[in-house]
């Protein structure tokens, strides 16, 4: 069974601090079938990132998405205070959609 | 503006019936894949089934635990798309939302999730 492994479960910091979440593939799944979306308490997942490393449209700059293989990143450069929030990754292949189930970038 | 709204959810007991809509506005439907995500009371997201557009031969995906189950269909003329989903389980108990779904193409293929609707919610109980 394919399973993507997000860490850490919660990140807990400050406006302004760089934050690093990290998305593992259980086997490799190549290059750009990776996305990243952002979810806010009682509202519905936003796209920030796909094919691994494309900001979708309207997305800032400091939110950047890098990695191949079996190993993810979503790295958010300085933390806004709109940016807390649940962040999910997720892969295409296969005929399927498999979400990681999220990290947590929560006020320190 | 694009914009997809989830209908149709509510209370219904095991092994009965219920069909969700998605109606959208704001780009050409036919142009593009639909997909409904759910996420259960305080869990993450599950992907539950995908239709292609007609260019794609409109063809359909869906996740292991609502195959045979659960189908997915489009309205091209109305922009709609909808869930149909038989014989549910207390675990189909969960927030559904429709997703419009674009297509990164390079040597290969990646659909992803670019805009999504606030979500229906279905309760499963007695």
């Known amino acids: 069974e394919f399973v993507l492994t997000q860490s850490p479960g919660t990140l807990s910091l400050s406006p302004g601090d760089r934050a690093t979440l990290s998305c593992r593939a259980s086997?490799?799944?190549?290059?750009?079938?990776l996305a990243w979306y952002q979810q806010k308490a009682g509202q519905a997942p936003r796209l920030l990132i796909y094919?691994?490393?494309s900001r979708a449209t309207g997305i800032p700059d400091r939110f950047s998405g890098s990695g191949s293989g079996t190993d993810f990143t979503l790295t958010i450069s300085r933390l806004e205070p709109e940016d807390f929030a649940v962040y999910y990754c997720?892969?295409?292949?296969?005929?399927?959609?498999?979400f990681g189930q999220g990290t947590k970038v929560e006020i320190k | 503006e694009v914009q997809l709204v989830e209908s149709g959810g509510g209370l219904v007991q095991p092994g009965r019936s219920l069909k969700l809509s998605c109606t959208t506005s704001g780009f050409t439907f036919g142009d593009y894949a639909m997909s409904w995500i759910r996420q259960a009371p305080g869990k993450g997201l599950e992907w539950v089934a995908f239709?292609?557009?007609?260019?794609?031969?409109?063809?359909?995906e869906y996740a292991a635990s609502v195959r045979d189950r659960f189908t997915i269909s489009r309205d091209d003329s109305k922009s709609i798309a909808t869930l149909e989903m038989n014989s549910l389980k207390t675990e189909d108990t969960a927030l559904y939302y429709c997703?419009?779904?674009?297509?990164?193409?390079?040597?290969?293929?990646?659909?992803?999730?670019?805009?999504w609707g606030q979500g229906s919610l279905v309760t499963v109980s007695s």
């Open positions: 086997q490799s799944v190549g290059s750009r079938f």
């Open positions: 997720q892969h295409y292949g296969w005929s399927r959609w498999t």
């Open positions: 094919g691994d490393s």
């Open positions: 997703a419009r779904v674009d297509l990164l193409v390079w040597f290969g293929e990646m659909y992803y999730f670019d805009h």
């Open positions: 239709i292609r557009n007609k260019a794609y031969g409109g063809t359909t």
